[in-house]
C-alpha cells in the first residue's frame, strides 16, 4: 500500500525535504509579496465593481459617490497598513493577530480573532477563485459555463501546489501578480493619456446601457445606508492585510523589516490600482448591476437572462485596449490568474494559523506537524475541503460569496488593533527611555486611530450586509469557536487525567499476579512463535485459549496440542452463535472481575504480508479483536508479529529503494552529505 502510494505522491508534490531544509524555505521580499499580498493585490479586480454594483439601485446618478467611497477606501487602508506595521514589529514570531489579541485581550479574544481569520481564509480561496473563474469567462465562454466544475479544478491545483511547499508555489505564481500589475499600471497610465492628452472618447461595453433603479431618488437616511454599503463592500480590497503579519516567520531575515517594508509596498500598489480602476470606471461610462437580467437596460429592453455581466476591470481594458487586443488578453489572463494566486495568500494564512492553534491546544494535533515538503500539509488539505464546499454550496458566485465575506477580517483587525494599545500601555508603564517612549507613544496613536476607525467599519459592515448573508460568516465563527473551546477541553482533561502523580497511585502499585493468555486457532508457525514468547514472559498463569465455532476443527486442534505434548494447558470457549470476539472479551472480563488486582496479557498472533491487498486477507479478527481489548480496563494487549516471505520481499524493495542513487548523483555526491547551501538573506 505504502508504495502504492508514495509513488503517485512524489510525482504530484515532489520528493521529501529533511527538516534541517526549513531554512530554505524562507522568502525573499520579491516572492514574499505575491504569495503574502496577492488578495489585496487582486482585490482590485472585483472591489470597484461591488461598489458600483450596490451604488446601482439607485440608478447611475448614485455613481458620482464613487470617488468618495473609493477616497475612504484608501484612507482605511492607509490606516490599516501603519497599524499593522506596529504589529510586525512588536510580534515576529507569526502568531499575527491571534498572539496580539491572546497577549493582550485574554484566551476568548484571540479565540474569537482565530475564528474570524479561519472563516476569512475559506472565504478568501471562495471568492478569489470564483472570481477568477468569472474574468476569464469573460474571454472563454466555457469556463463560465462550467463555473462550479473549473472553480473546484482550481483548488485542486492550487492544493497540489502548495502541498509542494511555500517557496515553490510562491515562485510559480510570482510572474503572473506582476503582470497583473504591470498589465493594471499600463491601462491606468494608457487610459489618462488618452482621455487628458489626446482626449479620446473611451467607452466600456455597457455604457450605452440604463441602469432601472430598484429604489428612484434615495434621500436621507436611505442614501446614507446605500452609501454606508458600497463602502463596506468596497472594504473587500483591505482583505489579506493580516496575513503578512501572520506569515513574519517565512520571511528572510531581518524578518520583522522585511514584513514591514512588504506591507507598506501592498498598501501603496493597491491604493493606486483601486482609485485608478474606478476613475476610469467612471470616465469610461461602465454600468454594472445587482440583477443585470432586469435591470440592465438597451434601447428600452432589459437584457435578459443570457446576458453575462463582466467585471469592471474587464469592461475597463476594453475601453482602454480595445476588446481581442493583445493587451486586453493578457490583462484578462493576468487577472484570472492573480485572483487564483489570491486564493493562495490564504493557503499560506490558513495552514499557519492552524499550527500554531493546534500547538495551542485548541485544533487537532495533526495540523501542528509539517508534511513531506515542510509545509502543513494537513491544514492544506482543509482549507481546500472548506473551501470547495463553499463554492459548490453558492455555485461559484462571486457576488453571493462576497456577502459573508470581510466580517471575519474586520472583527481581526478591531481586537487586534484593541490589543496593540494594550500593548503600548503595558510598556509605556515601565519604559523610562524618552526617545523609546515617544516612538511607542507615536505607535499607539496609529493604532488607537486603527481600532477606532476600523470598529467603525465592523458596526457599517454588520448593518449593511446582515441580511445579505454576513450572518453565514458569523455562524461560521460561532461553530469555530465552539469548536476550538471543545477541542481545547477535551485536551485538557486527558492531560490531566494521566498527567503522573508525584506521590503513590494505582498505576504505580506492581500488580499481583500476570495472567497471560495466548489466543489460538490452530497450530502452526505464528502460534508456535507466540507461545515460545509468552513462556519467556514468566507469567504467573499461562493458558491457550481458543474459540469453538466448528466442531471438526477444534477436535483436530485438540488432538493435535495433545499428540505434540504442548505444555501449555489449552482452553476452549463455546460460541453457538460463532462469534469469536465477544467470549474471548467476557472470559478475560471474567478474569479481572476474579482477581482485580492481577493483570491479564493477552498475546496474538499476526501475520506480516508485504502487499497491500494482502492486509485485506488476514488479521481482520485480530484487528477487531484488538479495538474491543482497548476499551476493557486491565487488559494488555500484545501483538507477536510473524514474517510472511511476501514481507521479506518488500523489505528488499524498500532497501533497494533506499540505496538507489538518481543519474548523477555519484558524481555531484550524495544528498545527505552535500554542503546545505546558506539561507542567510542576501544584501
Known sequence: MSKLTDVPKRILIGRALRSDRLGETLLPKRIALPVFA?????????????????????????????????????????????????????????????????????????????????????????????????????????????????????????????????????????????????????????????????????????????????????????????????????????????????????????????AATTLAMMGLLAVTMFCGIIALAAATDVRMAENPAKDLVHNGVPLGPDYVQNPVISQVAEAVFGKGSFLFIVLAAATALVLFLAANTAYNGFPLLGSILAQDRYLPRQLHTRGDRLAFSNGIVLLAGAAGLLVG?????????????????????????????????????????????????????INAFGAFFTGLVLVVVLLTKFTHGAWVALLGMVIFYATMTAIRKHYDRVAAEIAAPEGPSDDLVRPSRVHSVVLISKIHRPALRALAYAKLMRSDTLEALSVNVDPAETKALREEWERRGIDVPLKVLDSPYREITRPIIEYVKSLRKESPRDAVSVIIPEYVVGHWYEHLLHNQSALRLKGRLLFTPGIMVTSVPYQLQSSEAAKRRARRQQDWNAPGSVRRGPAQVRPKESSEPKS
Open 393 to 445: 454550496i453558492y455555485g461559484a458566485d462571486s457576488t453571493r460569496l462576497i456577502q459573508l465575506y470581510i466580517v471575519g477580517v474586520f472583527v481581526s483587525f478591531t481586537l487586534s488593533q484593541t490589543g496593540m494599545v494594550r500593548h503600548w500601555n503595558r510598556h509605556l508603564a515601565t519604559e523610562k527611555d524618552q526617545a523609546k517612549r515617544r516612538h511607542m507613544i507615536r505607535s499607539r496613536a
Open 38 to 258: 496577492s488578495d489585496p493585490l487582486s482585490s482590485v479586480a472585483y472591489a470597484p465593481g461591488e461598489v458600483l454594483l450596490v451604488l446601482s439601485i439607485a440608478g447611475v446618478t448614485a455613481y458620482h459617490f464613487s470617488p468618495w467611497i473609493a477616497v475612504a477606501v484608501v484612507v482605511l487602508m492607509f490606516t490599516v497598513v501603519a497599524s499593522y506595521r506596529q504589529n510586525v514589529h512588536a510580534y515576529p514570531s507569526g502568531g499575527g493577530d491571534y498572539e496580539v489579541a491572546t497577549t493582550n485581550l485574554g484566551p476568548k479574544a484571540g479565540l474569537t480573532v482565530a475564528s474570524a481569520l479561519l472563516v476569512d481564509y475559506v472565504l478568501t480561496v471562495a471568492v478569489s477563485i470564483s472570481s477568477g473563474i468569472e474574468n476569464l469567462g469573460s474571454a472563454i465562454p466555457f469556463v463560465v459555463e462550467h463555473k462550479v466544475l473549473c472553480a473546484i479544478g482550481v483548488i485542486v491545483l492550487l492544493t497540489l501546489m502548495n502541498l509542494r511547499g511555500v517557496k515553490e508555489s510562491g515562485s510559480l505564481f510570482a510572474i503572473p501578480t506582476y503582470v497583473f500589475v504591470f498589465g493594471v499600471f499600463t491601462m491606468i497610465a494608457w487610459g489618462a493619456f488618452r482621455g487628458l492628452v489626446l482626449d479620446d472618447t473611451m467607452r466600456a461595453p455597457t455604457a450605452d446601457y440604463v441602469i432601472k433603479p430598484e429604489h428612484q431618488g434615495l434621500a436621507g437616511f436611505a442614501l446614507v445606508f446605500l452609501l454606508l454599503r458600497a463602502f463596506s463592500s468596497g472594504c473587500a480590497a483591505l482583505t489579506g492585510v493580516e496575513a503578512i503579519s501572520n506569515g513574519v516567520p517565512a520571511f528572510r531575515k531581518p524578518k520583522s523589516k522585511n
